[in-house]
């Protein structure tokens, strides 16, 4: 089965910082199945990217994502108060066909 | 499309889980998409548990694919989740969540979930 591995567990940063958040599979994955969530407490999650590097319905284009075969990243531009959460990376396709990585929790400096 | 999950908020270790949810905002077997079920254990990450297509096919995780069952009712459009033989490590919120066919494999929509909690 595919491992999803995140990096780092926990990110600290101050609003108005770049964050950067990883996303590492024990296999390749297609570009085209890749997806990131952000959840806060108490809330299902809410799917940010798509596809990689498409942005959801809705969600602000300091949301960027990019990656291809077994590396990933999330990349907020500049955090908004807002943004501190969970992160979550997802893969579609490889066995046991969807799973989900362990998270990054972003919290404010 | 908007999804809500509903059930027994505490089942007894051994028996049967059984959620539902009720869609709104499009039938549920109007073509495209996937219905599935997905949880979340206390303070723990996301597993995926399964998805039944709009024809009726099902397609389960394989560690559980021996205690799952993922149905559906078109006249309530709805779909459910039974899960057998409980223990306390299912316990955990459940959400429910539709994913398009063809699409990214990603989720768009989730229902709110519930806690369900295993406990004698």
């Known amino acids: 089965d595919i491992v999803l591995t995140q990096s780092p567990g926990t990110l600290s940063l101050s609003p108005g910082e770049r964050a950067t958040l990883s996303c590492r599979a024990s296999q390749s994955v297609n570009s085209s199945y890749l997806a990131w969530y952000q959840q806060k407490p108490g809330q299902a999650p809410r799917l940010l990217i798509h596809a990689t590097s498409r942005r959801a319905s809705g969600i602000p284009d300091r949301f960027s994502g990019r990656g291809s075969g077994t590396d990933f990243i999330l990349t907020i531009s500049r955090l908004e108060p807002e943004d501190f959460a969970l992160y979550y990376c997802q893969q579609f396709g490889n066995s046991p066909l969807c799973s989900f990585g362990p998270g990054t929790k972003l919290e404010i400096k | 499309v908007q999804l809500q999950e509903s059930g027994p908020g505490l089942v007894k270790p051994s028996q049967t889980l059984s959620l539902t949810c009720t869609v709104s905002g499009g039938a549920i077997n109007s073509g495209g998409y996937y219905w599935n079920w997905i949880r979340q254990h206390p303070g723990k990450g996301l597993e995926w548990i399964g998805y039944?297509?709009?024809?009726?096919?099902?397609y389960y995780n394989p560690s559980l694919k021996s205690r799952v069952s993922i149905s559906m009712d078109t006249s309530k459009n709805q779909f459910s989740l039974k899960l057998d033989s409980v223990t306390v490590a299912d316990t955990a919120v459940y959400y429910c969540a539709s994913r398009v066919g063809g699409g990214s494999g990603s989720f768009p929509a989730w229902g709110q979930g519930t806690l369900v909690t295993v406990s004698s």
């Open positions: 039944i297509y709009y024809s009726g096919r099902t």
